[in-house]
């Protein structure tokens, strides 16, 4: 009995450090629920937690043998919950509720099956919108386990033909692992670790050049060319570069997992598992955006900045992930990485502070206003402003605005630069020197990223108020210009259509996307879709019958410049 006693007494003391020893707690999804979502060969070419700009890929890209209008199945029994069509991002998708709580997508898609097709058809001529996200009523579409849903396609901002699928939890819109869910893809491949690199974290992480260290394998283990690394700083946080491979393929694709430990001691890990929409652009706190966006390559963060919430991060320091070398003495420092079949690779070294040192070597002179993340920050002066709300930024940093003149009257405003990246819209406030009666033409500029980008600036009291989501050049500038509207192929005045004919439109403004397109037949809208913003194409249909017809096309551009343009035409 006193034997029995001590043993449950040991385990209850123990059972912290049990826990404590696994960062992740193992996932207990349904592996045998869901099928293979398309009919073709079984092989992917990304997986979920992939590194994209602004965003984690959040699901599994599936082969579709480079082709379009593969047949594309529900993976398991439930009912069509929601279509969603834009130009862009997914173009033409179904989600699918299921009986277990969870929520399948089928991504850039080309035709639905015929009766959805014709309902979305229908609800889009309701609604008089292409573009459409609606909701179904519940079990109003039923669909069995492996039934043709659609066609695969390329649609939205595929860059080529495949399935983008993704499972989710109903209740949460969390987007989970698919790899955990028993899909047959073999992988014993370990993932490969390129590079290492260190960052002095008295400092900002945007204000520094990381030292970055190669890695080689070395019976087994990933280790710099130089065991014991001396670095000039006493608080110091790692990144790695690192992907995976499945077996068969040569695709590089994102790891699932990594832990770093100091002294055997679990400091910190992320696992790419259970991630929102809503998170998704955290994806800048995890890298290193700096390195990144000046052509470097992927480094993700052993650690997480004070401006991330938990997401992906678990940590059991209060440093985040940061370690002290103050104590002058040598740390054996280990990394863990895994991918969802949990194969593992390990790089391993030794680090210490160099107390002979520069401390400053690779930081650059900071100078500016001071921007901390968790509080509202505000830059004003007579001529700009602007207002960060507190979830705005990840790191500290030193934020500073140049000026210089832009034709007569205006100017260009290079707002802190754009390596550093945000994590919410915030508004910009430009004062103008435009007359009055222009008040409802400026469109604002932002450059960044080597991309333009305009938004229409709203007019208060001589300033101009525009919202934003990154730092870069800004410039007020009018725009009286009305969009340009072109017919492509054969279609023109008088043009006679026979069968299943397509009339096509390019529509652009100032090089611009234009802000709105309509078409209206005898006075009533007509469908024209925009996949990927090109060409505007309306393929003849039910609400065009035989006869002849007037199409009358309106173009807007931001500022509500129009262009209008009548075709006569027969429908045969």
Request: proline content about 4%; overall charge positive; hydrophobic content about 35%.
């Amino acid at each position: 009995m006193i034997l029995k006693r001590i043993i449950h007494l040991a385990i209850i003391c123990l059972f912290p450090f049990f826990l404590k020893a696994q960062l992740f707690q193992p996932k207990n999804y349904p592996t045998n629920y869901f099928q293979w979502p398309v009919a073709s060969k079984v092989g992917i070419v990304a997986n979920f937690g992939e590194l994209r700009p602004n965003h984690y890929h959040m699901g599994l890209d599936c082969r579709t043998d480079s082709r379009v209008n593969v047949p594309v199945l529900a993976a398991a029994e439930g009912y069509i919950a929601k279509v969603h069509i834009d130009p862009t991002g997914f173009g033409r998708a179904i989600y699918i509720n299921h009986p277990n709580g969870l929520t399948t997508l089928y991504a850039h898609l080309n035709g639905f099956y015929p009766a959805l097709e014709e309902y979305i058809t229908d609800q889009q001529y309701k609604k008089k919108s292409w573009e459409i996200d609606i909701t179904l009523p519940v079990n109003f579409l039923k669909v069995n386990k492996g039934d043709f849903i659609s066609y695969s396609g390329n649609t939205g901002g595929s860059q080529g033909p495949h399935l983008h699928f993704e499972i989710r939890d109903t209740k949460t819109e969390k987007v989970l692992n698919p790899l955990l869910f028993g899909f047959p893809i073999e992988d014993n491949i370990s993932p490969d670790i390129l590079r290492l690199s260190v960052y002095n974290r008295r400092y900002s992480t945007y204000e520094q050049t990381p030292q970055i260290f190669s890695l080689k394998k070395i019976n087994g283990t990933f280790q710099p060319a130089t065991r014991l690394l001396k670095i000039n700083a006493d608080k110091i946080s790692f990144a790695i570069s690192a992907f995976d491979r499945y077996s068969g393929s040569t695709n590089q694709n994102g790891i699932y997992s990594a832990e770093l430990f100091d002294n055997d001691e679990t400091i910190v890990g992320f696992e790419m598992d259970s991630i929102s929409y809503d998170e998704t652009r955290y994806l800048n706190a995890h890298i290193d955006f700096k390195t990144r966006d000046n052509g470097g390559p992927f480094l993700q963060h052993l650690s997480r900045l004070s401006g991330y919430n938990d997401g992906i991060y678990k940590c059991y320091r209060e440093s985040d992930g940061v370690i002290d070398l103050s104590d002058n003495e040598i740390h054996h420092i280990k990394v863990v990485v895994k991918d969802a079949n949990q194969n593992s690779s390990v790089l391993s070294f030794d680090v210490m502070k160099n107390s002979e040192g520069n401390k400053n070597i690779g930081i650059n002179k900071q100078s500016g206003q001071l921007f901390k993340p968790g509080n509202i920050n505000i830059y004003e002066n007579e001529s700009i402003m602007l207002y960060l709300p507190e979830k705005c930024i990840y790191d500290s940093f030193y934020f500073s605005i140049n000026q210089k003149p832009f034709g007569l009257n205006e100017n260009i405003y290079s707002v802190n630069n754009d390596k550093v990246p945000i994590q919410q819209y915030f508004p910009i406030r430009i004062k103008g020197n435009f007359n009055l009666k222009d008040s409802n033409k400026i469109l604002m500029k932002m450059n960044a990223h080597g991309k333009e980008k305009f938004n229409k600036a709203i007019y208060k009291n001589g300033w101009y108020e525009s919202s934003w989501r990154d730092f870069g050049k800004y410039q007020l500038i009018i725009d009286t210009i009305p969009p340009s509207l072109y017919s492509i192929g054969s279609f023109k005045e008088g043009s006679k259509i026979s069968g299943a004919g397509s009339i096509i439109f390019s529509a652009s403004d100032n090089g611009k996307n234009v802000a709105e397109f309509t078409g209206l037949l005898d006075g009533q809208w007509l469908l024209f879709s925009n996949d990927k913003k090109g060409a505007f194409i309306y393929k003849t249909d039910k609400y065009c019958p035989v006869g002849e017809h007037n199409l009358k096309i309106i173009v807007k551009d931001l500022v509500g410049n129009t262009t209008i343009k009548n075709f006569h035409f027969t429908r045969l």
